[in-house]
């Protein structure tokens, strides 16, 4: 294992070692307070273009399952086509893994798909950083090579477009009532959970028209990156809003998006919520969840327009998590109820929104 070096934007360093492909790499540094999960969040879009550290110590334990399809073109225990993360890491790499579905190690899989990892980094302590100063841009240096990575520009980046589909992808087609999902990142149980329910899916790039296409409902996905840069998507929704009253569900970024077409803005996070065990309340009920979480901007709720609410709070930092329009079938919410990797409390979302269809 090589000796390798994180620096954070502040000057800070975290030394340990290599255990997954070795390149120098730079982007936001995020952490995610997860046990488990590592292969799906690794292969969330969500995050694309940062470094993510997972505060549990031991990691790989398990393995990785192998990347097989469904007979939909869903990938079985993945949550996308590939590894977005740009690089993951960890306090204790586990070299030896056991699970039934392990087809190979962790580090075998991050050098098949040129991520680098890096292991023996004191993550608590890294999180603690995290948390007093906020999330930063960092960036990992082999030792024993020169110092010629640059920090990279994340908020200037549209992560959006570059992890959305290009072309229009359907899925069981001629089942009936019909949803648009809008890609801005989508993980795979989103569309597993809408297939299961009886509705076609069709898949649209982030900024396509599809207010002519003739659909029953539309669903927002989720997302990386800052949905303040995603003003064509905003645009064709305030569109479809002006046009028709059909029902619009998001989900993370969706819950953004939704929250910018109907007059809100947006900010970003100190540290984010990365997380299986984030707690949210239905306004207006005791009701409490425990939900998955990743996203690192979140709705400015008192800047909603009169015909919206707050469907949702976080209970730990009383946070948006989600929003409704008073008299139209609209509504969001910021965490994933389609739970994967997490606990799957919220997976009614779905229903909600196909008993509106």
């Known amino acids: 294992m090589r000796d390798v070096t994180l620096v954070l934007s502040d000057g800070t360093k975290f030394h340990g070692k290599s255990f997954g492909f070795e390149a120098p790499v730079s982007g936001e540094v995020v952490f995610n307070t997860a046990m488990m999960g590592y292969p799906e969040s690794l292969t969330d879009p969500s995050y694309a273009g940062q470094l993510m550290t997972l505060t549990y110590p031991l990691v790989g334990n398990y393995g990785v399952p192998p990347f097989t399809t ?8 993945m949550e ?11 306090s204790d790499y586990s070299e030896e893994y056991s699970h039934w579905n392990a087809s190979e190690s962790l580090a075998d899989w991050l050098k098949r798909e040129k991520v ?8 608590r302590q890294l999180t603690k950083v995290l948390r007093e100063h906020g999330v930063m841009m960092g960036r990992l240096v082999f030792d024993d090579m020169p110092e010629t990575q640059d920090f990279t520009d994340y908020g200037s980046i549209n992560w959006v477009e570059r992890v959305s589909c290009k072309d229009i992808i359907r899925y069981n087609e001629g089942a009936g009532r019909k949803v648009v999902l809008v890609d801005c990142g989508v993980k795979n149980n989103i569309i597993r959970c809408l297939i299961n329910r009886g509705v076609e899916v069709i898949r649209v790039p982030w900024n396509y028209d599809y207010t ?12 990386p990156g800052d949905p303040d840069m995603c003003v064509e998507a905003v645009d064709i929704l305030k569109k479809q809003m ?3 009253r059909k029902p619009i569900c998001g989900i993370c970024m969706g819950n953004q998006l939704l929250a910018k077409a109907g007059g809100a ?6 540290y984010g919520h990365r997380s299986h065990n984030q707690p949210v ?20 709720a008192s800047t909603l327009g009169n015909d919206w609410r707050e469907l949702f ?18 509504f969001s919410s910021q965490f994933h109820p389609e739970a994967c990797s997490g606990p799957v409390d919220t997976e009614f979302m779905f229903d909600r929104f196909i008993e509106t269809l």
């Open 70 to 77: 469904e007979p939909n073109g869903i990938a079985t225990f």
């Open 80 to 90: 996308s086509d590939r590894i977005y993360a740009s690089a993951i890491i960890v």
């Open 116 to 123: 680098p990892g890096i292991t023996g980094i004191d993550t």
């Open 212 to 223: 002519d296409m003739d659909f029953d409902g539309l669903f927002l996905a989720n997302g």
């Open 242 to 244: 002006s046009l028709s």
């Open 265 to 270: 803005t947006i900010y970003k996070l100190k």
């Open 281 to 300: 309340r239905e306004v207006g009920t005791n009701r409490c969840y425990v939900t998955s979480q990743n996203h690192g901007y979140a709705v400015d």
């Open 313 to 330: 709070v976080n209970m730990n930092d009383g946070s948006n998590e989600g929003i409704r329009h008073l008299s139209h079938p609209w």
